[in-house]
C-alpha cells in the first residue's frame, strides 16, 4: 500500500530529502513513513499539511483516484496563479478597426479543465459503484435491478453513434438523438415538480409522457399521476 505523502511529493515534484529539510528529519524517517515501517506522527503531519497547504488526512491514508485527481488540481491551479500573465491580443470591432488588447493568458488553462472533466468523471464513477455495491453486496451477492438497470443503459449508448472531425469541421455521425432522449427522460422523471417552465401540472409534454409511462405499467403501482381529468389520461386505466 502507498500513502498519500508518496504521490503527494511526486506530484508536487519533490524528493524525500527535499521534505526530510524542510521537516527537520532524516530522508530515511520519510522513506520509513512512506514504505509502512512507521506511522506519521500527528505533529509531523500537521507540518506536512503546512507545507504543502492540504488536507492533512490525505498524507497518511491510501488515496482514491479521486483524492489524486484534486491534488494534481491543487498543483496545477498553484502552478496557474504563478505563471499567468497579460499578454497582448488583437480584435476587430463593429467597423472593421483592428485594436490591440491585453488579455490573461494561462498555460495551464487546458490542463486543468481536462482534469476537472476527469474529476467529474471519477466522481460519478464513485456513485455507480456505490449503487452497485450498497444493492447488491448486501443480498447474498445478487445482481440487482440497478445493475441490470445500468448495463442495459450502457448498451444503450454504445450502440449510438457521436461526433467525427472532417475536413468540413465536426459533423454528426449516426443518430446521437438516443443520448437526447434518454436525456430528456431522466431529466422530466428527475425534477418532478421543479421543470423548468413550470410546474409538473402545467407541462402537457411531462404530462403525456408520465402517462405513457403509467400506460405501458412502466411505473411503479403507487405513483400517483399528475392531473387525473387530463383528456389524454381517457385511455389510461385508474
Known amino acids: 500500500m502507498s500513502i498519500g505523502l508518496e504521490y503527494i511529493t511526486k506530484i508536487f515534484g519533490g524528493s ?13 524517517t520519510v522513506s520509513d513513513w512512506i514504505r509502512g515501517k512507521r506511522k506519521i506522527p ?62 490573461m493568458f494561462d498555460p495551464h488553462e487546458h490542463e486543468i479543465r481536462a482534469k476537472h472533466e476527469e474529476l467529474a468523471l471519477q466522481k460519478l464513477l464513485l456513485r455507480l459503484k456505490g449503487v452497485l455495491y450498497n444493492e447488491s453486496f448486501l443480498s ?32 454528426t455521425e449516426g443518430n446521437s438523438s438516443q443520448v437526447t432522449a434518454i436525456q430528456t427522460l431522466v431529466y422530466i422523471l428527475n425534477n418532478e415538480n421543479k421543470l423548468a417552465f413550470g410546474y409538473r401540472e402545467e407541462n402537457a409534454f411531462a404530462l403525456e409522457l408520465e402517462a405513457l409511462l403509467h400506460k405501458y405499467k412502466l411505473l411503479s403501482q403507487n405513483h400517483v399521476l399528475g392531473i387525473k381529468e387530463d383528456p389524454f389520461f381517457k385511455d389510461v386505466d385508474h
Not at 498543483?75 to 500573465?85: C, E, G, Q
Not at 457521436?162 to 469541421?169: N, P
Open 16 to 28: 524525500y530529502t527535499d521534505v526530510a529539510k524542510r521537516l527537520n528529519i532524516t530522508p530515511q
Open 140 to 171: 447474498d451477492f445478487s445482481l440487482d435491478h440497478h445493475f441490470n438497470l445500468l448495463k442495459e443503459v450502457c448498451n444503450f449508448l454504445e450502440e449510438d453513434n457521436y461526433f467525427q472531425v472532417t475536413d468540413r469541421g465536426i459533423e
Open 42 to 103: 500527528p505533529t509531523k503531519i500537521e507540518d506536512l499539511a503546512e507545507l504543502f497547504k492540504l488536507d492533512k488526512q490525505l498524507f497518511q491514508k491510501e488515496l482514491t483516484e479521486v483524492d489524486k485527481i484534486e491534488i494534481e488540481l491543487n498543483y496545477l491551479n498553484r502552478l496557474s496563479k504563478r505563471d499567468s500573465m497579460m499578454v497582448p491580443d488583437e480584435i476587430v470591432d463593429d467597423e472593421g478597426i483592428q485594436h490591440e488588447i491585453m488579455v
